[in-house]
């Protein structure tokens, strides 16, 4: 059976080769044609290595690989059937390495190993814009969902957490140049699980949200996608209500890109979503509808804020004159807002002064409401999906933090935005490599394998010069955003060359060689990030640092929410509010801190091509997100000691076939076996170290050796494993077989047996009965003797059947026959000899005949003329067949024996006409026969005497009797066979002394008292004829003439005188 077992797993194995269906180490087989699935295990650690094998993988559609536990993902700009639930079921509950690369693989060892560790984990998903980290992060959540037990209460969690994404990324993903759902805000999402694994609630952190877009699209892009779904996919009644138009054409927020209309995006659907996604994330259902409609009048008093216009009076100040779309703006009190817009309230002490705005002010005061507006409500949004997900059960959860954030972003100019998000992604880069080598210092030192230092980028220097306190570029710009006096752009620029003048990754027009200058505006400065140089663009740095909302302009937009959105708005203090970069540094700082409480698991988004093709890998670009993503460097720590790493129970379990002494079972310690598969297979010393658990193969090189031979050896075994089964199976069929024969034989031998037992024992009987029936056969007949006198009987006949005499002249004594059977063998006795003698009869041979001929010669010799032509021709037995006489007749005659038949003329007895005839002998009477009458009967006792003349002629007259007077008189017939017939007449009916041969006339009765003659005479012709005197006148050849003419011609003329006689 264990036998049927390994040889099913080496077929599965082999068939699984042949599928490419193959497990990490499988997959090693297949690295020629797929690319290998773990960078780490990369020979050489070179970028043009790295793009080759990425490559190689992209254009089988294999678009994720990992290094490590790290997941490498290349958008693919197309559906793949690789999310499905057949795919899910394969990958849950399966060990990282033991199925080729998926995110699921990632999301379920994330899982999993939260689950047995009890302990939190976040994904960190990142890559330029376009590269797929928010797809990367939905596969994860569908994943998820599917996979994790549920009960309907928790599927209203899942579906919440599940629904929160198209909301979301209506209020915060637009379209841009690079992706036409590109997240314009970072997400940090918590799963929170119970301890029995169940996804329970979730919470959502959001980071910088681009609030520009709002009042400002680059060409090309658009608003927040939310604007354009209201307008296009809102009733008609809404859009009334709301006081909108149709058409995105009538607003200047969303027209700035000029590309409101999108082919891979559709608005009204959309629209439609995202109500029904509200609807699942359920505020309660009033709440619902009362947030649902204030959330609408936002969105559309920003819309309205966006065509207000404004004129300048002859002092260059703004005015609002008759601005219709004020009355839009919900709750506003018209005046103050009016005020709000055109002038700035400046607080002197107890006074208040209202100063007027220019008209660029004013349109600068607008657009910050409307970013204001906007901002707050999507943070208002985040917080009510975070209340609706929220687990109030205190128990304690773990969580799975999914971290889709904005990556590293270089474009041809460079602002504050780009400078924030560079900074940010420096950060999670400086956290992944620390945590990265943590993790590794942390294998080595559970293997209790020496650390041995590893050369690597690390960016901290780059870090510190953004963040750094009183020294960074961040504490710089804050500094000249609140100093007094005229900080500019420019004089910030002028201060950063002044603090940062020697530090290697910083660069100005001033500050640079001559070459480098020649790359730089005078408004630029660069950092040599550590995914390579951003120049950035000092323009507007400190307006979006400061992000100011005048006061009278904040105290109109707190009025402007109504009640539920406005105890959202911060509460704006009376202090001036932080800086925009010092509060992402801050919010960024809290997501270090919370992403270093947990376990790191790190997805990479790689776009494959600008222009979303599928298919296109291109190298440049990728090469470039290879850089930036720092995953050489990633690659580089994953190896810095050893390339590879398993426990020594997979290692055994895979390579023990290589070694004697591990095949087919090792069975010590999985550690040993594997240090005796090392020996046997000649690593040297420096090749691998042996740690706790765990074998380190420091070479790639080394491992695809083992997996060389492994793979030969595969096959040698799959044949030998093939072979002893085979074996196996025809032994057993063998065995099977001999059971069944050895069976069957005892089934036929105890049959046998039995059957020889009553034959033996019938034969006792029969013997016994037998000695019975001797004893008293000389009795009379009884039960006792019968069967013995029966068989005496038998016995008797069957050996009387073998010693009969054979012929009349055989001498053999007739057998003595039993007592019983005295009577019985003389009556056989008689009965053979009869039966003999007849036999003897009539197989008289022609010898025998040539007696009939010596009776002939007695009888015609010397008396008729004839004779001695007759004596050379053979008597025959008959000369008419028994089928030649008609069945009447023969049914007349049935009881006589025909001796013999003959054809004869007859004559009529008055007038001699001449009759055609069959004349036939049997035993007792002579028949004439004509067809199938018979015309005469004359029985032998009634046949007084046969005449015929002495001459040459064949006529033969029969002397009959007559008892009654009808009788008909004597028989005068014509016969060539006159010999013949007359002869057999005198065997048969003894008439040898009744034939006369008569010289002259034969006399003979017509009928009583009335009498007829035959004259003879020889003449030149034979004929017969009536003469004239009334007798019968018979014509022959005389003797001397007929001893010319043969018998046949004599015949032949004799007939034809006959037939003139007719
Ligand atoms: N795994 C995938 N399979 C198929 N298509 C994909 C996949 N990942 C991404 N894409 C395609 O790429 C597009 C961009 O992906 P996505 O929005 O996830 O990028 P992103 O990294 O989140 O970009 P941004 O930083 O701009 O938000 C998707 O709309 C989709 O068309
Ligand atoms: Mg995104």
Same mark, same amino acid.
């Given at each position: 059976?264990?036998?049927?077992?390994?040889?099913?797993?080496?077929?599965?194995?082999?068939?699984?080769?042949?599928?490419?269906?193959?497990?990490?180490?499988?997959?090693?087989?297949?690295?020629?044609?797929?690319?290998?699935?773990?960078?780490?295990?990369?020979?050489?650690?070179?970028?043009?290595?790295?793009?080759?094998?990425?490559?190689?993988?992209?254009?089988?559609?294999?678009?994720?690989?990992?290094?490590?536990?790290?997941?490498?993902?290349?958008?693919?700009?197309?559906?793949?059937?690789?999310?499905?639930?057949?795919?899910?079921?394969?990958?849950?509950?399966?060990?990282?390495?033991?199925?080729?690369?998926?995110?699921?693989?990632?999301?379920?060892?994330?899982?999993?190993?939260?689950?047995?560790?009890?302990?939190?984990?976040?994904?960190?998903?990142?890559?330029?814009?376009?590269?797929?980290?928010?797809?990367?992060?939905?596969?994860?959540?569908?994943?998820?969902?599917?996979?994790?037990?549920?009960?309907?209460?928790?599927?209203?969690?899942?579906?919440?957490?599940?629904?929160?994404?198209?909301?979301?990324?209506?209020?915060?993903?637009?379209?841009?140049?690079?992706?036409? !759902?590109?997240?314009?805000?970072?997400?940090?999402?918590?799963?929170?699980?119970?301890?029995?694994?169940?996804?329970?609630?979730?919470?959502?952190?959001?980071?910088?949200?681009?609030?520009?877009?709002?009042?400002?699209?680059?060409?090309?892009?658009?608003?927040?996608?939310?604007?354009?779904? *209201?307008?296009?996919?809102?009733?008609?009644?809404?859009?009334?209500?709301?006081?909108?138009?149709?058409?995105?054409?009538?607003?200047?927020?969303?027209?700035?890109?000029?590309?409101?209309?999108?082919?891979?995006?559709?608005?009204?659907?959309?629209?439609?979503?995202?109500?029904?996604?509200?609807?699942?994330?359920?505020?309660?259902?009033?709440?619902?509808?009362?947030?649902?409609?204030?959330?609408?009048?936002?969105?559309?008093?920003?819309?309205?804020?966006?065509?207000?216009?404004?004129?300048?009076?002859?002092?260059?100040?703004?005015?609002?004159?008759?601005?219709?779309?004020?009355? +839009?703006?919900?709750?506003?009190?018209?005046?103050?807002?009016?005020?709000?817009?055109?002038?700035?309230?400046?607080?002197?002490?107890?006074?208040?002064?209202?100063?007027?705005?220019?008209?660029?002010?004013?349109?600068?005061?607008?657009?910050?409401?409307?970013?204001?507006?906007?901002?707050?409500?999507?943070?208002?949004?985040?917080?009510?999906?975070?209340?609706?997900?929220?687990?109030?059960?205190?128990?304690?959860?773990?969580?799975?933090?999914?971290?889709?954030?904005?990556?590293?972003?270089?474009?041809?100019?460079?602002?504050?935005?780009?400078?924030?998000?560079?900074?940010?992604?420096?950060?999670?880069?400086?956290?992944?490599?620390?945590?990265?080598?943590?993790?590794?210092?942390?294998?080595?030192?559970?293997?209790?394998?020496?650390?041995?230092?590893?050369?690597?980028?690390?960016?901290?220097?780059?870090?510190?010069?953004?963040?750094?306190?009183?020294?960074?570029?961040?504490?710089?710009?804050?500094?000249?955003?609140?100093?007094?006096?005229?900080?500019?752009?420019?004089?910030?620029?002028?201060?950063?060359?002044?603090?940062?003048?020697?530090?290697?990754?910083?660069?100005?027009?001033?500050?640079?060689?001559?070459?480098?200058?020649?790359?730089?505006?005078?408004?630029?400065?660069?950092?040599?990030?550590?995914?390579?140089?951003?120049?950035?663009?000092?323009?507007?740095?400190?307006?979006?640092?400061?992000?100011?909302?005048?006061?009278?302009?904040?105290?109109?937009?707190?009025?402007?929410?109504?009640?539920?959105?406005?105890?959202?708005?911060?509460?704006?203090?009376?202090?001036?509010?932080?800086?925009?970069?010092?509060?992402?540094?801050?919010?960024?700082?809290?997501?270090?801190?919370?992403?270093?409480?947990?376990?790191?698991?790190?997805?990479?988004?790689?776009?494959?091509?600008?222009?979303?093709?599928?298919?296109?890998?291109?190298?440049?670009?990728?090469?470039?997100?290879?850089?930036?993503?720092?995953?050489?460097?990633?690659?580089?720590?994953?190896?810095?000691?050893?390339?590879?790493?398993?426990?020594?129970?997979?290692?055994?379990?895979?390579?023990?076939?290589?070694?004697?002494?591990?095949?087919?079972?090792?069975?010590?310690?999985?550690?040993?076996?594997?240090?005796?598969?090392?020996?046997?297979?000649?690593?040297?010393?420096?090749?691998?170290?042996?740690?706790?658990?765990?074998?380190?193969?420091?070479?790639?090189?080394?491992?695809?050796?083992?997996?060389?031979?492994?793979?030969?050896?595969?096959?040698?075994?799959?044949?030998?494993?093939?072979?002893?089964?085979?074996?196996?199976?025809?032994?057993?069929?063998?065995?099977?077989?001999?059971?069944?024969?050895?069976?069957?034989?005892?089934? +036929?031998?105890?049959?046998?047996?039995?059957?020889?037992?009553?034959?033996?024992?019938?034969?006792?009987?029969?013997?016994?009965?037998?000695?019975?029936?001797?004893?008293?056969?000389?009795?009379?007949?009884?039960?006792?003797?019968?069967?013995?006198?029966?068989?005496?009987?038998?016995?008797?006949?069957?050996?009387?059947?073998?010693?009969?005499?054979?012929?009349?002249?055989?001498?053999?004594?007739?057998?003595?026959?039993?007592?019983?059977?005295?009577?019985?063998?003389?009556?056989?006795?008689?009965?053979?000899?009869?039966?003999?003698?007849?036999?003897?009869?009539?197989?008289?041979?022609?010898?025998?005949?040539?007696?009939?001929?010596?009776?002939?010669?007695?009888?015609?010799?010397?008396?008729?003329?004839?004779?001695?032509?007759?004596?050379?021709?053979?008597?025959?037995?008959?000369?008419?067949?028994?089928?030649?006489?008609?069945?009447?007749?023969?049914?007349?005659?049935?009881?006589?024996?025909?001796?013999?038949?003959?054809?004869?003329?007859?004559?009529?007895? !008055?007038?001699?006409?001449?009759?055609?005839?069959?004349?036939?002998?049997?035993?007792?009477?002579?028949?004439?026969?004509?067809?199938?009458?018979?015309?005469?009967?004359?029985?032998?006792?009634?046949?007084?005497?046969?005449?015929?003349?002495?001459?040459?002629?064949?006529?033969?007259?029969?002397?009959?009797?007559?008892?009654?007077?009808?009788?008909?008189?004597?028989?005068?017939?014509?016969?060539?066979?006159?010999?013949?017939?007359?002869?057999?007449?005198?065997?048969?009916?003894?008439?040898?002394?009744?034939?006369?041969?008569?010289?002259?006339?034969?006399?003979?009765?017509?009928?009583?008292?009335?009498?007829?003659?035959?004259?003879?005479?020889?003449?030149?012709?034979?004929?017969?004829?009536?003469?004239?005197?009334?007798?019968?006148?018979?014509?022959?050849?005389?003797?001397?003439?007929?001893?010319?003419?043969?018998?046949?011609?004599?015949?032949?003329? *004799?007939?034809?005188?006959?037939?003139?006689?007719?």
């Amino acid at each position: 059976m264990s036998l049927f077992l390994v040889y099913s797993a080496a077929m599965l194995l082999l068939q699984l080769v042949a599928q490419g269906q193959l497990d990490m180490e499988g997959a090693l087989t297949a690295r020629d044609r797929v690319g290998i699935q773990d960078f780490v295990l990369l020979d050489e650690t070179t970028e043009a290595a790295f793009l080759s094998n990425l490559k190689k993988r992209f254009s089988k559609d294999l678009i994720y690989t990992y290094i490590g536990t790290l997941l490498v993902s290349v958008n693919p700009y197309k559906e793949l059937d690789i999310y499905n639930k057949k795919q899910m079921d394969i990958y849950m509950g399966v060990n990282f390495f033991e199925l080729p690369p998926h995110i699921y693989a990632l999301a379920d060892n994330a899982y999993h190993t939260m689950l047995t560790e009890f302990n939190n984990h976040f994904i960190l998903i990142s890559g330029e814009s376009g590269a797929g980290k928010t797809e990367a992060s939905k596969k994860i959540l569908q994943y998820y969902a599917v996979s994790c037990p549920s009960t309907t209460l928790l599927n209203t969690v899942r579906d919440k957490m599940l629904m929160s994404n198209p909301v979301l990324e209506a209020f915060g993903n637009a379209k841009t140049l690079k992706n036409d !759902n590109s997240s314009r805000f970072g997400k940090y999402m918590d799963i929170q699980f119970d301890s029995q694994g169940d996804a329970v609630g979730g919470h959502i952190l959001n980071y910088l949200l681009e609030k520009s877009r709002v009042v400002h699209q680059n060409h090309g892009e658009r608003n927040f996608h939310i604007f354009y779904q *209201l307008v296009e996919g809102g009733s008609d009644d809404l859009l009334h209500q709301l006081g909108l138009e149709r058409g995105c054409q009538h607003y200047n927020y969303l027209t700035q890109g000029q590309c409101p209309i999108v082919p891979s995006i559709n608005d009204k659907n959309d629209w439609k979503t995202v109500k029904n996604a509200l609807q699942i994330i359920s505020f309660d259902e009033t709440a619902t509808n009362v947030s649902w409609m204030l959330l609408q009048m936002v969105i559309a008093s920003v819309l309205h804020l966006g065509n207000v216009r404004f004129e300048s009076d002859s002092k260059g100040h703004a005015l609002l004159n008759n601005n219709t779309e004020l009355h +839009w703006l919900l709750g506003v009190d018209a005046h103050r807002l009016q005020e709000g817009l055109t002038f700035r309230k400046i607080e002197a002490k107890k006074d208040q002064v209202l100063s007027p705005f220019t008209t660029d002010h004013a349109i600068y005061a607008r657009d910050a409401l409307a970013k204001a507006i906007y901002g707050q409500t999507f943070t208002w949004l985040v917080n009510r999906i975070n209340e609706s997900m929220e687990n109030k059960d205190p128990s304690r959860k773990t969580v799975i933090g999914l971290l889709d954030i904005y990556g590293f972003e270089v474009f041809y100019v460079n602002s504050f935005e780009q400078f924030c998000i560079n900074y940010c992604n420096e950060k999670l880069q400086q956290l992944f490599i620390e945590l990265t080598l943590k993790s590794e210092q942390e294998e080595y030192e559970a293997e209790g394998i020496e650390w041995e230092p590893v050369q690597f980028f690390n960016n901290k220097i780059i870090c510190d010069l953004i963040e750094e306190k009183h020294r960074g570029i961040i504490s710089l710009l804050d500094e000249e955003c609140l100093r007094p006096g005229d900080a500019t752009d420019l004089t910030f620029l002028e201060r950063l060359e002044e603090k940062m003048g020697n530090h290697p990754h910083f660069v100005t027009h001033k500050l640079a060689d001559k070459m480098t200058r020649k790359t730089l505006e005078r408004g630029d400065f660069r950092l040599l990030h550590y995914a390579g140089e951003v120049t950035y663009c000092v323009v507007g740095f400190l307006d979006k640092n400061n992000d100011l909302l005048y006061r009278n302009i904040k105290d109109v937009s707190l009025q402007l929410i109504l009640c539920q959105i406005k105890t959202c708005f911060r509460l704006y203090s009376r202090r001036r509010p932080e800086t925009v970069v010092t509060q992402f540094k801050s919010s960024l700082q809290k997501l270090t801190e919370i992403l270093v409480a947990k376990e790191a698991w790190y997805i990479r988004c790689l776009k494959s091509n600008e222009s979303k093709q599928s298919g296109q890998f291109d190298e440049a670009l990728i090469r470039h997100q290879v850089k930036y993503l720092g995953l050489m460097e990633h690659l580089r720590v994953r190896r810095a000691g050893f390339a590879y790493r398993r426990k020594y129970d997979v290692f055994l379990k895979r390579y023990k076939p290589l070694c004697p002494a591990t095949w087919p079972h090792w069975r010590g310690v999985a550690a040993d076996g594997v240090e005796v598969l090392a020996q046997h297979l000649g690593y040297l010393p420096d090749e691998y170290k042996m740690g706790r658990t765990k074998i380190f193969i420091r070479h790639p090189r080394t491992l695809f050796a083992t997996e060389d031979a492994y793979e030969k050896c595969k096959h040698e075994l799959a044949t030998h494993i093939q072979a002893k089964y085979k074996g196996y199976r025809a032994k057993g069929e063998y065995r099977k077989q001999k059971e069944a024969a050895t069976k069957i034989e005892s089934c +036929w031998r105890g049959t046998q047996a039995r059957k020889e037992k009553e034959k033996r024992a019938w034969a006792v009987k029969v013997i016994k009965k037998f000695i019975k029936g001797y004893m008293t056969r000389g009795q009379a007949k009884s039960t006792d003797n019968s069967e013995y006198l029966a068989f005496v009987r038998q016995n008797y006949l069957n050996r009387l059947r073998n010693n009969l005499p054979k012929t009349v002249l055989d001498k053999t004594p007739w057998l003595t026959p039993p007592a019983v059977l005295t009577e019985t063998s003389e009556m056989l006795r008689k009965l053979h000899y009869r039966l003999m003698v007849r036999k003897y009869v009539r197989g008289i041979t022609p010898q025998k005949k040539f007696q009939m001929k010596l009776i002939t010669s007695s009888v015609f010799k010397g008396k008729k003329d004839s004779y001695p032509q007759s004596v050379a021709h053979p008597f025959a037995d008959t000369r008419i067949s028994e089928e030649d006489i008609n069945t009447r007749v023969i049914q007349m005659i049935r009881n006589e024996r025909i001796k013999y038949c003959v054809p004869v003329i007859k004559y009529d007895r !008055n007038g001699f006409k001449p009759r055609q005839r069959q004349l036939i002998l049997t035993q007792t009477a002579v028949y004439v026969v004509e067809e199938a009458k018979i015309k005469q009967r004359v029985l032998y006792s009634s046949l007084k005497g046969i005449s015929v003349s002495n001459l040459t002629d064949s006529t033969i007259v029969f002397h009959i009797t007559r008892e009654e007077p009808k009788q008909k008189g004597d028989l005068v017939v014509q016969c060539d066979h006159l010999f013949e017939l007359l002869t057999k007449l005198c065997v048969i009916a003894n008439k040898q002394n009744a034939i006369n041969v008569v010289q002259g006339s034969i006399n003979f009765e017509i009928q009583a008292g009335k009498g007829g003659a035959v004259d003879f005479s020889t003449g030149p012709e034979p004929m017969v004829y009536k003469a004239k005197n009334g007798h019968l006148m018979v014509v022959s050849w005389a003797l001397s003439l007929l001893s010319h003419v043969s018998l046949q011609t004599f015949f032949f003329r *004799l007939y034809l005188n006959i037939y003139y006689l007719f």
